[in-house]
Every structure is written in structure tokens, then in C-alpha cells.
């Protein structure tokens, strides 16, 4: 089945840990992004990649990283440095920038104690 | 001028009512205006959407209204099911140019309906 895969679906992580959110897709996407998910907050985008080994930051970039070495995938790594990591955080591919349908991940769900 | 602001935050209809849910954007770059649909615990699914060149999309008991000239577009749930609670977001981007596919999302809103 085409898709889009996220993992771990929960994760907990002790405050100062780095902890890296892997997401896979196999609908030959040359999208990707992440977006952060909090309650009345919608989703806001953290990182966009158009094609391998480019990216761009999104809005909300600090204390996060991200790279791009194969097509199929775009993990993403919850740094020290964000003070609020705890979240929902989701995962999207669309087919190019003239076909702006995105396709959403399952999540994972972050919490940092 | 990114914003896509979204009202209500949540909104509770009887089974066989109508939902409606508001949206309004100052972009005037944005050019597809989508609606997503999460269930809890579930990623945002694409319910349908929506170009300026049209003012109305509609797709079984979901339909799509855009006021261009307002910037404004909304979503009308018909004959509301108790399966149709969820929350929706909407969402806008522009083809080109620095948005690039990219989604900004609304606030989302709460939809509950009761049997």
C-alpha cells in the first residue's frame, strides 16, 4: 500500500535529550514537510523539502533539524534547544509544487518529561 | 498576511443539521483552498477543496462556498452524521512563488454531532 509512514507513533524523551521522528513515504513524492500540531493551534510547519538534499525552514524551525538524503525520506530531529518539544507532530508529501494535495502521516506523539 | 483564521473553535449540531464552518485569508496570492478532516490520534485527511476560478465545490453532503472578493470560504456539512465529528481545518496555499505547496493551516474547529 502507498503511504506514508511515521515512527515511533508515542515517544518519550527526558528534557535536554535529542530524539530524531522518522518519516517514510513511498508515493514517490518530491514534497515533504513537517508540521507541529497543539491544541487550538492548528498545525504549524516546522520544515519543507522539495527535492533530495534541499530544505527550507518553515515557520516555527527553531530547535529542530532536518535532512533529506534519499527521496523516500525526512526525519526530523527534536533538538535540546526546543523549549517546548512536547506535541503532535505530523509528517506530509505532495507530488510537486504544481500539485499542492498534501498526504498526511499517522504522527507521532512527543512527550518530554 | 500568511493567516488563514477559522471560526468557530467548536460547534456541536444535532444529527441531520447543517455544519458550518468559516475561514477568511488575506493572501491574495493564495489559489487552493482545501479542507482537512483528523479523527483523534489519526494524521489530517484532504476532504475536499477548492480553486478561485469557481464559487462553489460540492462533493456528496460536503460542499465548498468561496467569496473571492471577500477572501472568505466555507465549509457546509449537510444532514451532519454522527461519524462527521472530527475536527476540520482548513487550509490555503499558492501554486508558486515563495508559499510553494505549502499549507497554512486555520485554527481547526471541533465538530461534535449528537445522535
Known amino acids: 500500500d502507498g503511504g506514508i509512514t511515521q515512527s515511533p507513533k508515542y515517544l518519550f524523551r527526558k528534557e535536554g535529550q535529542n530524539v530524531t521522528l522518522s518519516c517514510e513515504q513511498n508515493l514517490n513524492h518530491d514534497a515533504m514537510y513537517w508540521y507541529r500540531q497543539d491544541p487550538g493551534q492548528g498545525l504549524r510547519l516546522i520544515y519543507y523539502?522539495?527535492?533530495?538534499?534541499?530544505?527550507q525552514k518553515g515557520d516555527i524551525a527553531e530547535g529542530y533539524s532536518v535532512s533529506r538524503e534519499k527521496k523516500e525520506s525526512f526525519p526530523l530531529t527534536v533538538t535540546s534547544a526546543q523549549k517546548n518539544p512536547t506535541a503532535f507532530y505530523l509528517c506530509?508529501?505532495?507530488?510537486?509544487?504544481?500539485?499542492?494535495?498534501?498526504?498526511f502521516g499517522q504522527g507521532t506523539r512527543l512527550t518530554v518529561v | 498576511q500568511q493567516q488563514v483564521k477559522q471560526s468557530p473553535q467548536s460547534l456541536i449540531v444535532q444529527k441531520g443539521g447543517i455544519s458550518i464552518i468559516n475561514c477568511a485569508y488575506e493572501n491574495t496570492a493564495f489559489d487552493y483552498f482545501p479542507w482537512y478532516q483528523q479523527f483523534p490520534g489519526k494524521g489530517p485527511a484532504l476532504l475536499i477543496a477548492?480553486?478561485?476560478?469557481?464559487s462553489e465545490k460540492k462533493e456528496g453532503r460536503f460542499t465548498i462556498s468561496f467569496n473571492k472578493s471577500a477572501k472568505q470560504f466555507s465549509l457546509h456539512i449537510m444532514d451532519s452524521q454522527p461519524g462527521d465529528s472530527a475536527t476540520y481545518f482548513c487550509?490555503?496555499?499558492?501554486?508558486?512563488?515563495?508559499?510553494?505547496?505549502?499549507?497554512?493551516f486555520g485554527q481547526g474547529t471541533i465538530l461534535t454531532v449528537h445522535p
Open positions: 523539502s522539495q527535492i533530495v538534499n534541499d530544505f
Open positions: 477548492i480553486r478561485p476560478d469557481v
Open positions: 506530509a508529501s505532495s507530488i510537486s509544487n504544481m500539485n499542492t494535495e498534501a498526504f
Open positions: 487550509a490555503a496555499t499558492a501554486a508558486g512563488g515563495t508559499s510553494y505547496g505549502k499549507l497554512t
